[in-house]
């Protein structure tokens, strides 16, 4: 006999994270060209600004919420194996953001000098890697976990 | 890795659930404070749970340990 699995709270998280993402993406790509229109800029000019809808990324911190039961008014318990998925899917996003950040760093350095040919860093580019950085981790991670999950528990027979 | 290196390591707990007047995965991982998602992987050999588990799973079902999981010492690639 099949039945669905209720999603861990991990699952939920992951789940939520992603959903963010894409939302934010799909509100920025459409922002974009609003604000260009709106404010008669070029497409590129209105980039940056619409950059604001970023803030959204905080929404992330809600992801908190799925390990607390509200039934009990308790914190959720991880068992042993749901902690090792967290923890290897910690390291894929560590991994992961190390390989954006040091890549967005060397191609900000590349394109302001052989480029741009300035020889200082603007203010925001710096947040900006590290908001990059960041989304980007919690990205993979979520992905991880969602890997995880779905490798090993393909099986749902009662 | 517990996550992975479960080739070797078979164990009965399907059969010992269903021995167990047909226990629910839910059932069985409530009474080892575990997710169902764990039980699941366990069934399907893909985790290999710590001692505390295994322990906390034999006793579950009232039997010992080494009547819940069986090391397969042919398969495993470090045995001489």
Redesign the interface.
Same mark, same amino acid.
């Given at each position: 006999m099949k039945d669905s699995i209720p999603l861990a709270p991990l699952q939920k998280m992951a789940w939520f994270n992603l959903v963010v993402f894409v939302a934010v993406i799909a509100l920025y790509l459409i922002a974009v060209p609003l604000l260009a229109w709106g404010s008669h800029r070029t497409l590129p000019a209105a980039a940056e600004p619409a950059l604001g809808l970023f803030g959204f990324f905080g929404l992330w911190g809600f992801g908190s919420r799925f390990f607390y039961d509200r039934k009990r008014r308790a914190k959720v318990q991880l068992d042993e194996r749901e902690q090792l998925i967290n923890q290897h899917a910690a390291a894929v996003g560590l991994a992961a953001f190390w390989l954006v950040f040091v890549a967005l760093c060397l191609g900000a350095w590349a394109v302001l000098t052989y480029v741009l040919h300035q020889t200082s860093l603007p203010v925001g580019v710096l947040p900006f890697l590290v908001v990059a950085g960041l989304v980007v981790n919690t990205v993979f991670q979520s992905l991880a976990i969602l890997a995880e999950y779905q490798r090993s528990c393909n099986d749902g027979t009662l | 890795m517990?996550?992975s290196d479960t080739a070797q390591l078979k164990n009965r707990i399907r059969r010992l659930r269903f021995e167990h007047g047909e226990m629910?995965?839910q059932e069985l991982a409530d009474r080892v404070? @575990?997710?169902?998602?764990?039980i699941?992987?366990l069934? @399907?050999g893909?985790?290999a749970?710590?001692l505390?588990?295994a322990f906390r799973l034999a006793a579950a079902f009232g039997v010992k340990t080494e009547d819940v999981f069986q090391w397969d010492a042919n398969g495993d690639s470090l045995s001489r």
């Open positions: - | 517990a996550l629910t995965q404070g @575990a997710a169902r998602q764990t699941i992987a069934e @399907a893909k985790y749970p710590s505390m588990l």
